[in-house]
């Protein structure tokens, strides 16, 4: 019997060999048998007796015969002779029900970001008769088709965004109520969160927040020199000074949830480290998220490859901060780390790259609906609308073609199951196509996924308990 490696990638970590499986994404951490037989076929496929042999003085026959079952059962090594079955795209076996509606309540901003993917060079058009504020009719339609698509789904969770959401505030208040309404009516919980700029936060909106307990993510770049380079108002002054002292506000009194941080990277903002620790220990925010921008390469703001090899470099840092903070039991705020360990954790191998068309949907402020709230108002990528339902063959066509199984360019990939060829959204601002795969931060992917497997070995070894978290 001929034996050859498996799809796996192979690192170390707490002074330990371990393999994380590409088709299964399970990590294993390797015993010294384990090790060997895979040293071995790493120079090419091998017979098993062979394989035995080599490894007589080292190890007793038996125990290198019972390893290669359970590396075989584990698809870390194949069998030379049997087929390898090629990929085959399928849809969705059954529907998902909607467990996450993104309202977009306005397509204004009171911000004029340079690199808005709103209202920059790179935002998809959408027609001049769409309205830039969604009414009550159409919220309260778009709560009542949140309900119907969730299905036997107990809960389920509604998302503000824009635009800047708050200047559209009384029908946030109005959706929030009407959906705990429904919710009530149907036995579901509706949990409510948002993303705002916080240039409009005031007294009775933070109230508001407190009282219903909605979740909220603030928009900034770092301190007053990082955030006021592109996030700017029409007249081209910087936003700092005039959110510190509403976040600080919120910061203090909205206490119900953790509140949150989402940083834009572009080409000249990319000191990571600097930005966490002010976002974080200055200002006190639970977590700090990072985004590369989203826009072509030619645009001045675009990160380069340099400019991901410093990327990476601070985001590495942070990790492993994240890992030492999280070793001595402490929290550390690092969301990119801690989203990836949670996806490890639960073995997740993904046919596509997040929930957009499937669990999650975007509505237009005209009530139309679309894969997620970036393609909002784009009627290229329309899947229906709330008063008339989604178009269900459409949906299914969509995610056929956007399966990672038709994405050749990852087929090779060994971390393919944890990105499944990046945001729809990047791609066809970078491309003009969502079909495409972003080979413009592969290596980049790969590397900081390198780096979370990592750090979830550790943790697995020296701290377990800190994994059970991401159970629920």
């Keep these: ?66 390893t290669v079952d359970e590396l075989l059962a584990a698809q870390a090594i194949r069998k030379v002779a049997a087929p390898v079955i090629a990929p085959r795209a399928e849809g969705p076996r059954k ?40 009414s009550e009719e159409t919220a309260r339609q778009s709560v009542d088709f949140m309900m119907s698509e969730s299905g036997s789904s107990p809960s389920v969770h509604l998302t503000f965004f824009g635009g800047e959401t708050l200047l559209n505030f009384k029908v946030l208040q109005y959706a929030l109520s009407y959906a705990r309404q ?49 996030r700017v108002f029409a007249n081209g002054k910087g936003s700092y000074d005039v959110i510190i002292p509403r976040v600080k506000e919120l910061l203090r009194r909205h206490t119900r949830r953790p509140i949150g941080a989402r940083v834009t990277l572009t080409r000249d903002n990319l000191e990571v480290t600097d930005i966490y620790r002010h976002l974080k220990e200055e200002l006190g925010f639970w977590e700090v998220g990072f985004a590369p921008v989203t826009t072509k390469w030619q645009r001045d703001y675009a990160i380069a490859d340099d400019g991901f090899e410093y990327m990476l470099g601070g985001f590495n840092a942070l990790a492993a901060d994240y890992l030492q903070t999280s070793l ?10 801690r989203d990836t360990l949670e996806e490890i954790h639960r073995g997740v191998a993904k046919a596509y790259p997040c929930g957009a068309g499937l669990g999650l949907l975007g509505v237009a402020t005209d009530g139309d609906v679309a894969l997620c709230h970036r393609f909002a108002g784009s009627d290229t990528h329309k899947l229906g609308s709330v008063t008339k339902g989604i178009d269900h063959e459409l949906q299914n066509d969509y995610l056929r073609k956007h399966h990672i199984d038709n994405k050749t360019d990852c087929h090779t990939c060994w971390a393919r199951s944890l990105c499944a060829g990046g945001c729809y959204h990047e791609a066809h601002t970078r491309y003009g196509s969502t079909e495409q795969p972003n080979l413009h931060y592969c290596d980049w992917i790969r590397r900081w996924s390198a780096t979370c497997l990592e750090v979830y070995a550790t943790l697995a070894a020296r701290r377990p308990e800190f994994l059970r978290q991401f159970d629920s």
């Design 1 to 66: 019997m001929m034996l050859a490696r498996g799809d796996y990638h192979s690192f170390s970590a707490d002074g330990a060999p371990h393999v994380y499986l590409v088709p299964s994404a399970a990590v294993f951490r390797l015993d010294a048998t384990s090790a060997a037989v895979l040293e071995v076929l790493q120079e090419g496929d091998v017979d098993a007796t062979v394989m035995t042999e080599r490894l007589a003085d080292r190890f007793p026959r038996l125990l290198v015969e019972e």
């Design 328 to 337: 001595a039991g402490r929290h550390h705020g690092f969301s990119n780390v």
């Design 182 to 230: 429904r919710g009530a009516e149907l036995g579901k919980s509706v949990d409510a969160s948002l993303t705002t700029n916080a240039t409009l936060l005031r007294d009775d909106i933070i109230d508001w927040m407190v009282d219903e307990n909605v979740g909220v993510t603030v928009s900034m770049d770092g301190d007053r020199e990082q955030q006021d380079k592109l």
């Design 95 to 134: 529907r998902i029900p909607l467990t996450t509606l993104v309202m977009n309540v306005t397509s204004k901003c009171n911000l004029s970001c340079k690199y808005c993917y709103e209202y920059g060079e790179d935002r998809i058009s959408e027609p001049a008769t769409k309205p830039r504020f969604m």
